[in-house]
């Protein structure tokens, strides 16, 4: 909303009003402002008798008809009220309520925006915590941490060809090669989808702890990925598992191997084994078992193996391995305590298990 002025603005009324009129005729309206869009203009009503009202209006219609602002009656500290034709003077004055609006010269606070209409600002200081600079541009004005502090400053020059700089230092932007060290202590979060580290065919990217001699490096020689020690060292994965997601893991030796043992239990006859849980089974009967179930057993095409303890209980208990491949039917220990192992092997998923048994392992 604007407050519109015109100069040497003065009428009188042509119809007298009442305390809650909102249409003004006067005589004479055409040296009045036309409001419009919002825009109003303030006119004063004085009688012989000095009675005044200040009325805000949202339009002239220059053939000498006022219309009133909404709520726009005896504003400024005035009293609406009723007025003479004739001898009513209306006219433009500067008022309080117009002059409120001016930013001082001294200080002040805005209650709106100041549209610069692609002027510019000179010399300014902005300053306080609530102060922003929201869309636009800042061009060739340095970023300080402090009046005159240049070791720090971020700089973009309006040139558009010279590069930014960070305390004197070119910043690096897509597509250039990183030839400056990474000094930063804490966490480098790389949040893209993507992110790569593309070094040439052949050549070594490395991770040391200070000394250059000890590294572990990757090295890509176009084909495969090598990943080796520099100097002999052992790679050790502590307090963590390694999951190939069924790769395979050529020419290895396997020093100190131990596999996961899982203890299962039977349940109403049923006998139901994890293959993901571990590869030897400690089995403890309870009752006869009627059914066994393995499931999540390697994919078609690659071998898995088990091995099943079943330690005998009380009751001399039965296993059944129906659906199982013996060479020779199995035949179960049936002494309280005794030991039994079972092998068992598949090469198609699990459809087929091929098992193998030895009974009465005893202390000799």
Same mark, same amino acid.
């Given at each position: 909303?604007?407050?519109?002025?015109?100069?040497?603005?003065?009428?009188?009324?042509?119809?007298?009003?009442?305390?809650?009129?909102?249409? #003004?005729? $006067?005589?004479?309206?055409?040296?009045?402002?036309?409001?419009? @869009? %919002?825009?109003? /203009?303030?006119? +004063?009503?004085? !009688?012989?008798?000095?009675?005044?009202?200040?009325?805000?209006?949202?339009?002239?219609?220059?053939?000498?008809?006022?219309?009133?602002?909404?709520?726009?009656?005896?504003?400024?500290?005035?009293?609406?009220?009723?007025?003479?034709?004739?001898?009513?003077?209306?006219?433009?004055?500067?008022?309080?309520?117009?002059?409120?609006?001016?930013?001082?010269?001294?200080?002040?606070?805005?209650?709106?925006?100041?549209?610069?209409?692609?002027?510019?600002?000179?010399?300014?200081?902005?300053?306080?915590?609530?102060?922003?600079?929201?869309?636009?541009?800042?061009?060739?004005?340095?970023?300080?941490?402090?009046?005159?502090?240049?070791?720090?400053? #971020?700089? $973009?020059?309006?040139?558009?060809?010279?590069?930014?700089?960070? @305390? %004197?230092?070119? /910043?690096?932007? +897509?597509?250039? !090669?990183?030839?400056?060290?990474?000094?930063?202590?804490?966490?480098?979060?790389?949040?893209?989808?993507?992110?790569?580290?593309?070094?040439?065919?052949?050549?070594?990217?490395?991770?040391?702890?200070?000394?250059?001699?000890?590294?572990?490096?990757?090295?890509?020689?176009?084909?495969?990925?090598?990943?080796?020690?520099?100097?002999?060292?052992?790679?050790?994965?502590?307090?963590?598992?390694?999951?190939?997601?069924?790769?395979?893991?050529?020419?290895?030796?396997?020093?100190?191997?131990?596999?996961?043992?899982?203890?299962?239990?039977?349940?109403?006859?049923?006998?139901?084994?994890?293959?993901?849980?571990?590869?030897?089974?400690?089995?403890?009967?309870?009752?006869?078992?009627?059914?066994?179930?393995?499931?999540?057993?390697?994919?078609?095409?690659?071998?898995?193996?088990?091995?099943?303890?079943?330690?005998?209980?009380?009751?001399?208990?039965?296993?059944?391995?129906?659906?199982?491949?013996?060479?020779?039917?199995?035949?179960?220990?049936?002494?309280?305590?005794?030991?039994?192992?079972?092998?068992?092997?598949?090469?198609?998923?699990?459809?087929?298990?091929?098992?193998?048994?030895?009974?009465?392992?005893?202390?000799?």
């Amino acid at each position: 909303m604007a407050i519109l002025f015109a100069n040497n603005c003065s009428t009188t009324l042509s119809v007298g009003i009442t305390a809650g009129s909102t249409s #003004i005729q $006067v005589a004479d309206s055409s040296a009045f402002p036309q409001p419009t @869009g %919002g825009d109003v /203009i303030y006119i +004063t009503l004085e !009688d012989p008798a000095g009675d005044i009202e200040v009325i805000r209006c949202s339009a002239n219609d220059a053939v000498n008809t006022f219309t009133v602002d909404t709520g726009g009656r005896g504003v400024d500290g005035t009293t609406a009220q009723a007025f003479n034709a004739t001898e009513t003077r209306v006219e433009l004055r500067l008022i309080k309520s117009v002059v409120d609006n001016w930013l001082q010269l001294t200080g002040g606070s805005l209650t709106g925006n100041i549209d610069m209409n692609s002027n510019n600002v000179i010399d300014a200081v902005l300053s306080g915590t609530g102060t922003k600079v929201i869309a636009g541009e800042i061009v060739d004005v340095p970023i300080r941490g402090a009046t005159g502090a240049t070791g720090n400053q #971020i700089l $973009v020059n309006s040139d558009g060809t010279t590069r930014a700089t960070a @305390g %004197g230092a070119a /910043i690096l932007c +897509t597509g250039d !090669d990183i030839m400056a060290e990474l000094d930063v202590t804490g966490t480098i979060t790389f949040n893209s989808a993507t992110v790569a580290v593309v070094v040439p065919g052949g050549v070594p990217l490395r991770i040391n702890d200070g000394d250059d001699s000890h590294n572990v490096q990757i090295i890509h020689d176009g084909t495969n990925p090598q990943f080796s020690c520099t100097n002999d060292e052992d790679f050790i994965f502590a307090n963590s598992s390694i999951d190939l997601s069924l790769n395979q893991l050529k020419q290895a030796e396997f020093i100190d191997q131990s596999v996961t043992e899982q203890t299962v239990g039977s349940s109403l006859g049923i006998l139901t084994i994890d293959y993901s849980l571990g590869s030897y089974v400690n089995v403890a009967l309870t009752e006869n078992i009627t059914s066994i179930v393995i499931n999540n057993a390697p994919a078609n095409g690659a071998v898995g193996s088990l091995r099943i303890k079943f330690t005998q209980g009380a009751s001399a208990y039965t296993i059944s391995w129906t659906g199982y491949k013996f060479a020779k039917t199995p035949a179960h220990s049936t002494t309280n305590g005794a030991i039994d192992f079972v092998d068992l092997w598949t090469d198609d998923g699990g459809t087929t298990w091929y098992c193998a048994m030895d009974d009465n392992w005893v202390t000799q």
